[in-house]
């Protein structure tokens, strides 16, 4: 079974973006570029990074009407990257015109409930339930779409993956025993993800801000 880990490379600064994959390249399965990165660097960044010889992972979160994320999804298809996020909340048909103007190897997933927010900051939003009827209600669109997969936290993983048998499940959030959570909340091990049906886990900080971050790749790597 190949790595599923991208390693999510939060950093504005484009060569400490490169140094830190370059260091860890062997004990990662990709790497994950969000919108600091992007922001920071464009196109000329996904291309250095890219270099590198990973699968790229573009997490942009679009979020729009669906012409327009349609758009942007075509803008981004030169870049060839493996996986591409959407938000669920924007809806059926703009899921539909996302993943109609993505490339043929790009999986479109769509972000569900975001794993830094627990049950009262849903309530705050006005949305009802829990975050495992609101990850579930999402997942339900976004297969209805005609994604393949969706990001959630490893707290909702093995329900969705109980549910959606083929999809590809993206799980941030992951921290290894004992580790800073930080402002995540919905939070669990690295290895619990993998075992309760995770396609892909994205680790940032537990790599990125460890003293040491080619140690805690290996030893990420050797819990799975
Ligand atoms: O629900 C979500 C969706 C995306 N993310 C992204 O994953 C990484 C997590 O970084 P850590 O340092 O391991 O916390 C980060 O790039 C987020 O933008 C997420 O955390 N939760």
Redesign the pocket.
């Given at each position: 079974m190949s790595n599923p880990v991208y390693l999510?490379v939060?950093l504005p600064q484009l060569d400490a973006a490169k140094a830190l994959c370059e260091k860890v390249k062997g004990h990662i399965g990709g790497v994950?570029l969000?919108l600091e990165f992007f922001c920071a660097h464009g196109h000329h960044g996904v291309h250095e990074i890219a270099h590198l010889g990973l699968p790229v992972f573009l997490?942009l979160k679009l979020h729009d009407i669906p012409n327009t994320v349609a758009g942007a999804m075509q803008s981004i298809h030169v870049l060839e990257p493996s996986i591409v996020t959407v938000h669920a909340s924007g809806g059926r048909a703009m899921m539909e015109d996302a993943k109609a103007a993505a490339g043929e190897d790009c999986k479109v997933v769509a972000?569900t409930m975001?794993?830094?927010l627990d049950e009262r900051d849903l309530e705050r939003t006005g949305v009802g339930g829990t975050p495992h009827d609101h990850v579930m209600r999402l997942a339900d669109l976004a297969h209805a779409a005609g994604l393949d997969g969706i990001?959630c936290s490893g707290q909702e993983i093995k329900s969705v993956h109980d549910e959606w048998k083929d999809g590809f499940f993206v799980v941030?959030?992951?921290r290894p025993g004992g580790k800073a959570t930080?402002d995540?909340k919905r939070v669990v091990t690295p290895r619990q993800a993998r075992d309760d049906g995770a396609s892909c886990l994205?680790?940032?900080?537990?790599i990125s801000r460890a003293d040491d971050p080619l140690a805690a790749a290996r030893e990420i790597e050797s819990t799975l």
């Open positions: 999510a939060d994950k969000g997490d972000v975001l794993t830094s990001v941030p959030g992951l930080g995540q994205v680790i940032g900080r537990p």
